[in-house]
DNA sequence: CCGAATTGCTTGCTCGAACAACTAACTTCA
DNA sequence: TGAAGTTAGTTGTTCGAGCAAGCAATTCGG
């Protein structure tokens, strides 16, 4: 809302003295940016207690919702097999997670987050605390909700696009 | 099969159909989610051209600007230097790109757009505006407009956190 | 003028992420 | 029951991206 004024000339808003490359896709550029710079904030603080961007999402579900299977952490992290695969094959070897077989399907493993990952929760929820308010900064609640609301757009129109795409195929 | 599987008819697919994992950090999840499936998108799109998302910006910039120092390159890109020199490397061997070393400064590499890589332009082009056009959908240019400045702030915000952290260290 | 920063670029390592291809373990159904 | 299909998980490969080192050319300061 507020001004539809496009009239700022200025349309690099994110004049952050960062470089642009013309101004070829100005949102997508802009979706670009952020999201580099949101998850090299991520990682500079995940790596204090030894995790990496992505990982620490796997370690929430898991301490939120107790054990389960791989494929659920696949589907609800909106992962790729392999990806989770790998990732926690490397929590396991950091001894943040343990893996066991399925009594009852032979094809499952179930993951669930150590006694020794405990002692991360809470760093981890300082963290996640410590982005987001970097993240909205000063902004009002109603600020942060017209933030989210964009965002979910974007994501609702990609979304479609990609999907429209999986179709085709 | 039942057994102990997760409640199947948890309510985390909730909002955009895709998984939640808690309501951590909204925003930061937002972005997350959106950066992920606009580089998917993006990804899907250059594929058909064999780039990979990322050397399409360092492209259009050669194309733009013509030939340039790589240091040049990795500033306007925001990039790693060790990022822009495995991708320039990737880019030569692909017949897209051709460095030569500087006559005036034996330490800087000149890189341009090859003649080959013309071809290409076009069709880049299009695929931004592609993407571009997926990514906006039926925005109005106000909304358009909106969105930008607010990528612009969270650039902003996020750029400052990075930044005084940087001075910390 | 010469030793000490600085700059430009490279290599080594790790990780998330994508695609492809493959195995093993269920399910389905004719 | 048994063949066909589906689901779960894995490995192989490639790429962007980050950090850490390291090297060589150039500039700076005494």
Same mark, same amino acid.
């Given at each position: 809302?507020?001004?539809?004024?496009? @009239?700022?000339?200025?349309?690099?808003?994110?004049?952050?003295?960062? !470089?642009?490359?013309?101004?070829? !896709?100005?949102?997508?550029?802009? %979706?670009?940016? +952020? @999201? #580099? %710079?949101? *998850?090299?904030?991520?990682?500079?603080?995940?790596?204090?207690?030894?995790?990496?961007?992505?990982?620490?999402?796997?370690?929430?579900?898991?301490?939120?919702?107790?054990?389960?299977?791989?494929?659920?952490?696949?589907?609800?992290?909106? @992962?790729?097999?392999?990806?989770?695969?790998?990732?926690?094959?490397?929590?396991? /070897? @950091?001894?943040? +997670?343990? /893996?066991?077989?399925?009594?009852?399907?032979?094809?499952?493993?179930?993951?669930?987050?150590?006694?020794?990952?405990?002692?991360?929760?809470?760093? +981890?929820?300082? %963290?996640?605390?410590?982005?987001?308010?970097?993240?909205?900064?000063?902004?009002?609640?109603? #600020?942060?909700? !017209?933030?989210? /609301?964009?965002?979910?757009?974007?994501?609702?129109?990609?979304?479609?696009?990609? *999907?429209? #795409?999986?179709?085709? #195929?």
């Amino acid at each position: 809302m507020s001004t539809t004024n496009s @009239a700022d000339g200025d349309a690099a808003a994110a004049d952050s003295g960062r !470089g642009r490359v013309s101004n070829a !896709g100005p949102v997508s550029h802009a %979706i670009f940016r +952020v @999201a #580099r %710079i949101h *998850k090299l904030l991520a990682g500079q603080l995940l790596r204090e207690v030894g995790l990496h961007p992505g990982q620490e999402l796997l370690m929430m579900r898991l301490w939120d919702e107790g054990p389960q299977r791989q494929a659920d952490l696949t589907a609800v992290l909106d @992962a790729d097999a392999p990806t989770v695969t790998r990732s926690v094959r490397r929590l396991e /070897r @950091a001894g943040f +997670v343990r /893996r066991s077989p399925s009594p009852t399907d032979g094809r499952v493993t179930i993951v669930e987050a150590t006694p020794a990952s405990m002692g991360l929760r809470q760093a +981890v929820e300082r %963290i996640w605390a410590d982005l987001e308010r970097m993240t909205v900064a000063d902004m009002d609640d109603g #600020r942060q909700d !017209g933030v989210l /609301r964009t965002l979910g757009e974007l994501e609702r129109n990609l979304t479609a696009s990609e *999907k429209s #795409r999986a179709d085709d #195929r």
